[in-house]
């Protein structure tokens, strides 16, 4: 077959410039005869490919290089044949020989040659094509991931501010779904405030001048809620370098800006005028503030590190401090006021906060102590009280202050049972002093008044200024007794007026001036402080009418005791000198009627008033001290009267009780005094027997008892007078080296009609009985009295039932008749 030999021939030699030209190329190229499906060429690049030699690549049937069945591929080959296939390449990762996967890119097309239809398919390596886009996708999908997953919300908007993309921290943040943002406008959710900053950003960067901008803002979230954020954006340029769209990091800052808000008001409030220092749990200074440097005087440098004890006065005691941690600890806070010392070694008043910081565990972790300054207010406070309380000029309590005082002076005088006294002094002849030399000159004249009389009384007493020349004074606590207390109101009245005699130097000149006092005592509040005050002014008015310099009370009766009694103290002091005092002798018996001794009693034989009793003026001897000195006589004559009954019969064996006062007893020397008397006189230390009250024993007992005990040895005996009605304690009375007990006459005078006075006698019968000491009731006026007290156990007695006080010769009289008659 020539024409088809030749037309073979042609073919090859079609087929074989075709081949040349395919060596050529790169990509593999097999060609497949559809008649035969067999492989009929196949390039270089496709043995490579294979990694075979061409023979062997050759013989190898193309559908087992495709991989498929030879059916599969002839119907591929024919719709390629028949145009039902499209032209696109396949991509697959073949195998080559050893296996190797290689992504090929095959293109098969069909070639109707002149021997018939071939098939070309050309195959492509673009593994690494394929290498590029995978790692281009997995990278996609990383950053993709970082986009969606980060923890910081991104957003990439466009130049206008919408948003094309948003991740979901940031719809987290902003309280709507990705969807919902995307294509939103930052404005939707911008604070109104921040929005014209941050678009003027954006037209910077639209217009070049920037590719990144950073700024701190506010969103408002859909809940409406404020947010701060700190907000990162970046430009991103297109191909050309022009910025088209942006990436946005926002960092919620809210926490962190509510924190410095925080912060911020705390450090103002710390900067704030209140003085304050902050320390660790210990107490250990962290930080003062400027005012409290400046109140202290420290600087921060030299007392941080220290305790607040640093500024410690010295005022408040270790109980103060503890009180005031106890309810710190208690409650977590102290207010009070609080003295503390500055730098400069001022003290001064500061209303003090301490208040405990508690951790998150509960634990204190700091105190915080704040304080304001007082001492400008104490000042102020005290001069509002001065100027309320106190007269300008003097110093002086003023009107209100005193009947404040008044009243205080009434009350705990009705409650102390002791008798105070009010006294109004007024000057005499101030008002010409005032107009001829001068206000100024009265003013000083009042002045030095004032001293002078707060001079004459005492811390306790009040003196104050009404106005003009009127002062009262309040003499509190004087006496229980109301004659007494006239006395010592009077001794002080005296004492003013002495005082207020004595010149004044008033500018160059010597000023002589008097006053009228006018004098009222009172006790609780019977009558109302202003009739008080009544009572004082009306009775000084007496006294300027009385003729000045002289002081008046407002009991008439008052005034003649008070005079009486002045006079009385004159006369006594030279009574004793006058030898006008004697000695009665009061017997003591036994129930058998035997004289066993007696009480001297001491008289006054008043050259003009006759006989005084001692109840007039011992009380008036103890307080002016004279006691001593009569004291001293009694004694003396009672021993002279001891050593002359000595050896004498029916007085030998009497003893003498001598009364001792309180006062005497207590002179230091007053052991040394009754032995040195003892031993002038020669008289029997047994034979003398001392009187002592219950007052004695009302402090420094030790020294009593140490008193009578060195007494005691020398023989002499002690007797408890008027016992019942003081306070004896009886542990004293089991230490006291007593002899006997000496029943008061006030319970003796009732014991047949007060059930309770005879259960006192009996009582202090047994009482005596069961220390072993003996017993003596002295009041005795009937036998019905001596018969009660005998059948209680009482068996001696002293009264005139039995003798009055007799003057010596009627005592000696009647110790010598045995038995003694009854009276
Ligand atoms: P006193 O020591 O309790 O003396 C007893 C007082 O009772 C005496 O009063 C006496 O006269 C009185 N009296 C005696 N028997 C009776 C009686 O049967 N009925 C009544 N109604 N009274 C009777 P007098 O002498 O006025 O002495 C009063 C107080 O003066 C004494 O109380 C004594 O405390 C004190 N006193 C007297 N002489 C002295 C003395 O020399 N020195 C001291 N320090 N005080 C003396
Ligand atoms: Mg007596
Ligand atoms: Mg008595």
Not at 216 to 224: A, P, T, V
Not at 235 to 263: M, N, Q, S
Not at 764 to 783: C, M, P
Request: net charge negative.
């Amino acid at each position: 077959m020539p024409r088809s030999n030749k037309s073979k021939k042609r073919s090859e030699e079609e087929l074989q410039r075709f081949a040349a030209a395919m060596e050529a190329i790169d990509d593999g190229i097999f060609i497949v005869d559809r008649a035969s499906m067999r492989l009929i060429h196949v390039n270089d690049a496709a043995c490579r490919f294979r990694n075979q030699v061409r023979e062997e690549l050759i013989a190898i049937e193309p559908w087992v290089l495709a991989g498929m069945s030879r059916a599969e591929l002839e119907e591929t080959y024919d719709a390629l044949i028949t145009g039902h296939s499209d032209a696109t390449p396949l991509e697959t990762q073949r195998f080559g020989k050893d296996e190797a996967a290689v992504w090929v890119e095959i293109r098969r097309h069909a070639q109707l040659l002149q021997d018939g239809w071939t098939i070309v398919i050309m195959v492509r390596d673009i593994s690494a094509r394929k290498l590029a886009e995978a790692a281009l996708h997995a990278s996609e999908v990383r950053f993709r991931n970082v986009f969606e997953k980060a923890y910081t919300g991104l957003a990439i908007a466009d130049l206008s501010g919408t948003l094309l993309e948003a991740n979901e921290c940031l719809a987290h943040l902003l309280g709507y779904t990705r969807q919902e943002l995307v294509g939103m406008n930052i404005g939707h959710f911008t604070h109104p405030d921040d929005l014209a900053a941050e678009r003027a950003f954006l037209e910077e960067i639209q217009a070049g001048k920037r590719d990144v901008y950073r700024m701190e803002k506010r969103y408002l979230s859909r809940q409406g809620d404020l947010l701060w954020v700190d907000l990162l954006v970046t430009a991103v340029p297109d191909e050309h370098g022009k910025p088209f769209e942006t990436i946005g990091l926002i960092l919620d800052i809210t926490d962190r800006k509510r924190a410095e808000t925080e912060l911020r008001i705390a450090a103002t409030a710390f900067d704030s005028d209140t003085a304050m220092l902050v320390t660790d749990a210990d107490g250990h200074i962290l930080k003062i503030n400027k005012a409290m440097a400046e109140s202290s005087g420290y600087s921060a440098d030299e007392v941080v590190g220290r305790t607040p004890k640093l500024f410690q006065s010295g005022r408040h005691g270790e109980d103060f401090y503890r009180d005031m941690w106890e309810t710190i600890r208690r409650t977590g806070r102290w207010q009070g006021e609080v003295w503390d010392r500055r730098k400069c070694g001022e003290v001064y008043p500061k209303w003090l906060t301490i208040s405990a910081v508690v951790g998150t565990d509960g634990g204190v972790t700091n105190y915080i102590g704040s304080h304001y300054d007082i001492s400008e207010q104490k000042k102020a406070e005290e001069k509002i009280e001065a100027l309320a309380f106190f007269d300008q000029l003097t110093g002086l309590p003023n009107r209100t202050l005193l009947l404040d005082r008044l009243k205080q002076a009434m009350t705990s005088s009705g409650r102390s049972g002791r008798y105070s006294a009010l006294l109004f002094v007024d000057l005499d002849n101030f008002k010409t002093l005032n107009d001829t030399l001068g206000h100024v000159i009265g003013d000083a004249f009042l002045t030095l008044v004032a001293q002078r009389l707060k001079s004459c009384v005492r811390e306790v007493d009040t003196v104050a200024r009404l106005g003009g020349d009127d002062f009262v004074i309040i003499l509190s606590s004087l006496s229980a007794s109301e004659a007494e207390a006239a006395v010592s109101t009077e001794a002080i009245a005296e004492n003013i007026l002495a005082s207020l005699n004595l010149p004044y130097q008033l500018n160059e000149a010597i000023h002589h001036g008097t006053a009228s006092i006018g004098a009222t005592l009172f006790k609780g509040t019977r009558i109302s402080s202003e009739d008080l005050m009544k009572q004082a002014d009306l009775t000084m008015y007496k006294a300027k009418a009385a003729g000045r310099n002289t002081c008046h009370f407002f009991d008439p009766a008052m005034e003649i005791a008070v005079r009486e009694r002045a006079a009385l103290e004159k006369d006594f002091r030279t009574a004793l000198d006058d030898q006008q005092f004697l000695l009665h002798y009061q017997a003591q018996v036994t129930s058998g009627q035997r004289m066993i001794g007696a009480e001297v009693l001491v008289r006054w034989q008043h050259p003009q008033r006759g006989m005084i009793s001692p109840a007039d003026f011992i009380p008036l001897a103890e307080e002016t001290g004279l006691i001593l000195p009569l004291g001293h006589w009694v004694l003396e004559a009672a021993c002279k009267q001891l050593a002359k009954w000595a050896g004498q019969g029916e007085f030998d064996a009497l003893t003498i009780a001598v009364n001792v006062s309180v006062r005497q007893f207590r002179q230091v020397d007053f052991v040394a005094e009754v032995l040195s008397v003892l031993k002038s006189t020669g008289a029997n230390p047994s034979r003398l027997k001392l009187e002592l009250t219950e007052s004695l024993l009302v402090d420094n007992v030790e020294n009593i008892i140490e008193k009578m005990f060195a007494l005691k040895a020398k023989g002499i005996g002690f007797s408890l007078d008027d016992f019942g009605t003081g306070y004896s304690s009886l542990s004293y009375l089991k230490r006291l080296p007593l002899d006997q007990l000496k029943i008061d006459q006030s319970f003796v005078r009732d014991v047949l009609i007060d059930p309770n006075d005879a259960a006192i006698a009996r009582t202090i019968v047994a009482l005596a009985d069961s220390l072993g000491l003996g017993v003596i009731a002295e009041g005795v006026e009937t036998a019905a009295q001596r018969d009660f007290l005998e059948a209680a156990g009482c068996h001696a007695y002293q009264g005139y039932f039995f003798g009055r006080p007799l003057a010596l010769d009627d005592f000696e009289l009647l110790a010598s008749r045995v038995p003694m008659p009854i009276q």
